[in-house]
């Protein structure tokens, strides 16, 4: 449990963001579970002034500051099912996504075309970054042996593994083009990628 | 075993986001493989995002930047993607490839012949210039060269010497023109690394020297 160490400052910060780890923790929990505006507002008043004070030395100019807030708030917002307290403080990932930003807005900025991006170099918002324990699916099978898996998936299931995972929409899509409820889109995504992992795990 | 690592300078600019990217790609990858460095940039970060984020700067404008935001829709989808390729192939081996650089190896080029016993995958990396995948087979050798600008090397899988050290699976390496050096592989299974080069080799010794005019044709 790394939240709430104490970091190793010589002089004492009045206002460190990791003294209020905990409370900001179960706001980004509250955000990912219930898409709380109130939690989230909470987040929100409490970073957005740090990453404007943080973006307004970055990047040199209020426009592009609050770009770069904008963008990371609204980060923060999309992906807090991401956050993971046992990986770090809400600040450092916080912060990490902003950099994140300011690195490829820089890069676009100076019109370099480069072909790396933020997060290959640093994967704070990579899906399987959510998961640390968990060995992620691709890390154990091919795309072919999953074919073959989906194959044996009950067709129920697998028409909503597909449309999600395959046709990349999200659950609620899916609801309506099924004329199911949304609940049973969350079980059957549930159901299968636990077939899966089942699967996989008797495939070894 | 991994015995050489980036510097805590190059680790703490890594955090920063301050590492020109080639340099960064590199320091990523060696990180993948290697827990001490990735404990290094871990706590490196912490203490960036505390001081980064330790001051206010408030303006009414924010109010507006969060309503717009918690008006998004968020889409839903839980934590699985569609598998990338992990592994390199060459001569029927599969290496596999650290996380950071999983996304070149779809845009590496076909593997050719180099000088006897080494062979080389370009990877195209736009302005950043060419980074290569090198494999040396046993006994193979890159003829000893010295850079004008900045080699960053790591080792994804075997071992080799360049006359300067030994190195092993993982090693992270960061030459520049100061150093000469010939690298070969005297490991049976031979030696995959990944490298980038921001200006041609120039080769220093013997026949190799014919090879300059055209060194900007492999090893870019
Ligand atoms: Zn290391």
């Known amino acids: 449990m790394l939240v709430g160490i104490p970091l190793e400052s010589k002089e004492a910060r009045p206002s460190r963001p990791i003294d209020c780890a905990e409370e900001m923790s179960s706001y980004l929990v509250e955000v990912a579970s219930d898409r709380s505006k109130v939690a989230f507002a909470k987040i929100f008043s409490y970073f957005a002034p740090r990453l404007r004070s943080y973006a307004l030395k970055q990047m040199g100019n209020e426009a592009l500051a609050m770009e770069l807030v904008q963008d990371t708030m609204s980060n923060v917002w999309q992906k807090a099912h991401l956050f993971n307290a046992e990986k770090g403080s809400p600040s450092t990932w916080i912060f990490t996504i902003a950099r994140n930003i300011r690195f490829d807005m820089l890069r676009k900025l100076q019109n370099r075309k480069e072909d790396v991006c933020a997060d290959d170099l640093w994967p704070v918002l990579c899906e399987q970054t959510a998961d640390a324990n968990e060995t992620s699916l691709e890390e154990q099978v091919t795309l072919e042996q999953l074919g073959h898996l989906f194959d044996a998936l009950p067709v129920k299931q697998r028409v909503v593994i597909e449309a999600i995972y395959i046709d990349g929409k999200s659950q609620q899509e899916v609801a309506d083009e099924l004329e199911i409820p949304l609940g049973t889109v969350k079980s059957r995504t549930r159901l299968a990628l636990q077939r899966l992992k089942d699967m996989i795990q008797e495939h070894d | ?220």
């Open chain 2, 1 to 220: 075993m991994i015995n050489f690592h980036p510097t805590s300078t190059q680790l703490q600019r890594f955090a920063e986001g301050n590492l020109p990217p080639s340099e960064a790609l590199v320091v990523s990858a060696h990180c993948d493989m290697c827990t001490q460095c990735m404990a290094v940039v871990k706590a490196a970060s912490e203490k960036v995002a505390a001081e980064a984020l330790s001051k206010v700067s408030n303006d009414p404008s924010l109010d507006a930047i969060l309503a717009n935001i918690v008006q998004q829709p968020v889409a839903e989808r839980p934590s699985i993607s569609v598998p990338s390729i992990d592994t390199i192939e060459l001569d029927g081996r599969e290496f596999k490839v650290p996380r950071a650089l999983r996304r070149y190896v779809r845009k590496t080029g076909n593997w050719s012949s180099l000088v006897g016993k080494l062979w080389q995958a370009p990877v195209d990396l736009g302005d950043m210039g060419m980074a290569n995948f090198i494999y040396m087979e046993k006994g193979g050798r890159v003829p000893e060269h010295t850079h004008k600008g900045s080699e960053y090397t790591l080792v994804i899988n075997g071992e080799f010497s360049d006359g300067i050290a030994d190195y092993d699976s993982g090693d992270f390496i960061s030459l520049d023109g100061e150093h000469t050096h010939a690298p070969m592989s005297d490991a049976d299974e031979g030696c995959l690394v990944f490298s980038i080069v921001d200006k041609p080799l120039h080769f220093t010794s013997g026949l190799a020297r014919l090879l300059n005019p055209f060194s900007h044709l492999f090893f870019k």
